[in-house]
């Protein structure tokens, strides 16, 4: 079992930074995928990123490439979001996610993974 708790949010001007963090419970923590998605009010969750379980590996949507880091600290348990250049269409409602699995094939989707966080609102203005 895992549990996760999204801070880091915030309200921050266009152009600005913010940095998300994720706390995870559990002894399992390092064998877990982890990821982070975001959802906009009327639109579905979609992908941001997403680290393997030793963090050799990375994803991101093509709309935050190059603005985005996702990182982890297996010994803190903790999971981070580095979000720069921030843009208004980044508003939203950030949440952190884990599945326990090495592979990073349906690392993308929503339905593959089974803990989620109670999220945390970023609102960019412009």
């Known amino acids: 079992q895992v549990q996760l708790v999204e801070s880091g949010g915030g309200l921050v001007q266009a152009g600005g930074s913010l940095r998300l963090s994720c706390a995870a419970s559990?002894?399992?923590?390092?064998?877990?995928?982890m990821g982070w998605f975001r959802q906009a009010p009327g639109k579905e969750r979609e992908f941001v990123a997403a680290?393997?379980?030793?963090?050799?590996?990375?994803y991101y949507t093509d709309s935050v490439k190059g603005r985005f880091i996702i990182s982890r600290d297996n010994a803190k348990n903790m999971v981070y979001l580095q979000m720069n250049s921030l843009k208004p269409e980044d508003t939203a409602v950030y949440y952190c996610a884990a599945k326990n699995t090495v592979t990073m094939i349906t690392a993308t989707k929503p339905d593959n993974y089974n803990y989620w966080g109670q999220g945390t609102q970023v609102t960019v203005s412009s």
């Open positions: 680290i393997s379980w030793n963090g050799g590996i990375t």
């Open positions: 559990g002894r399992t923590f390092s064998s877990h995928r």
